[in-house]
C-alpha cells in the first residue's frame, strides 16, 4: 500500500530565509508525487509534481522540491519565504502500478511565515 | 490549470435534512471525479471515487447511502449528504482529474471546497 509521511506538524520560519517542508513517501513501482497548498476554508492548489527526469522540480510561486529516490523524500523548498506562503501543504503519492487513480495524501504541515 | 467549481461554499442545515454538494469542471471533462472530507487540522479522507455514468466506488468504512453520489455527466458530480447529523459537519472538498490528458502522471484539480454545519 501507498502512504505519504510528512513527519512535522508545523513548520516556523522568518520571512526571507529558506524553507522547507518534509515528505517522505511509500509506494510500488515509479512515484508519482505532488505538493498542494491549503489556505483557510479553501480548497487544494496545486504547486509541482515530480513524475520522471530531473530530480529538482520547479512549481508555482517560488516553490520547488528534490526528488530522491534512495531517501524516499520529496521535500518542498523555497529559497526566500514571504509571509503569504502561511498555509497547509499536503504532499501526496500515486503509485505508478496502481490502476485505480487516486491520490493518497500525507497529514499536512502548517508553514508559519513571521515578518 | 483546470478549474473545479464547488457549490455552495458553505451550508447549514438542520439535522434530519438533506443537503446536496455540487462539482463542476468548467473548462475540460472528468470522467473521474473524487470526494474528500476533511476534519480540522487533520488531512483529506477518500470517501468516493465518482465514475461519469457508473456506480460510485466508496471507501471502506463510507456509508453509500448516507453519502448519495451521483456524476451524471462529464463536468458534473453531486454528493448528497442525507439525513444530516452534527458529526457529519465537516469540510468536504471534491476534485477532478482531465478526461483528455488525465493519466497516473497528471495532477488533479481541486473544489474551493464546502463547509457543511449541522445544527
Known amino acids: 500500500a501507498q502512504s505519504v509521511a510528512q513527519p512535522e506538524d508545523q513548520v516556523n520560519v522568518a520571512e526571507g530565509n529558506p524553507l522547507t517542508v518534509k515528505c517522505t513517501y511509500s509506494?510500488?513501482?515509479?512515484?508519482?508525487l505532488f505538493w498542494y497548498v491549503q489556505y483557510p476554508n479553501r480548497g487544494l492548489q496545486f504547486l509541482l509534481k515530480?513524475?520522471?527526469?530531473?530530480?529538482l522540480v520547479k512549481g508555482s510561486y517560488g516553490f520547488e522540491a528534490e526528488f530522491n529516490k534512495s531517501q524516499t523524500s520529496f521535500h518542498l523548498k523555497k529559497p526566500s519565504a514571504l509571509v503569504s506562503d502561511s498555509a497547509l501543504y499536503f504532499c501526496?503519492?500515486?503509485?505508478?502500478?496502481?490502476?485505480?487513480?487516486?491520490?493518497?495524501f500525507g497529514t499536512g504541515t502548517r508553514l508559519l511565515v513571521s515578518p | 490549470g483546470a478549474v473545479v467549481s464547488q457549490h455552495p461554499s458553505r451550508v447549514i442545515c438542520k439535522s434530519g435534512t438533506s443537503v446536496k454538494i455540487e462539482c463542476r469542471s468548467l473548462?475540460?471533462?472528468?470522467?473521474?471525479m473524487f470526494w474528500y472530507r476533511q476534519f480540522p487540522k487533520q488531512s483529506l479522507m477518500l470517501m468516493a471515487t465518482?465514475?461519469?455514468?457508473?456506480?460510485?466506488?466508496?471507501e471502506q468504512g463510507v456509508e453509500k447511502d448516507k453519502f448519495l453520489i451521483n456524476h451524471a455527466s462529464l463536468t458534473l458530480s453531486t454528493l448528497t449528504v442525507t439525513s444530516a447529523h452534527p458529526e457529519d459537519s465537516s469540510f468536504y472538498i471534491c476534485?477532478?482529474?482531465?478526461?483528455?490528458?488525465?493519466?497516473?502522471?497528471?495532477?488533479?484539480?481541486f473544489g474551493q471546497g464546502t463547509r457543511l454545519t449541522v445544527v
Open positions: 476534485s477532478a482529474r482531465d478526461a483528455g490528458t488525465g493519466g497516473q502522471n497528471t495532477e488533479a484539480f
Open positions: 509506494v510500488s513501482g515509479n512515484p508519482y
Open positions: 515530480y513524475i520522471t527526469g530531473d530530480n
Open positions: 501526496a503519492v500515486r503509485g505508478g502500478n496502481t490502476g485505480f487513480q487516486k491520490l493518497v
Open positions: 473548462d475540460f471533462q472528468a470522467t473521474t
Open positions: 465518482s465514475n461519469e455514468g457508473s456506480k460510485a466506488t466508496y
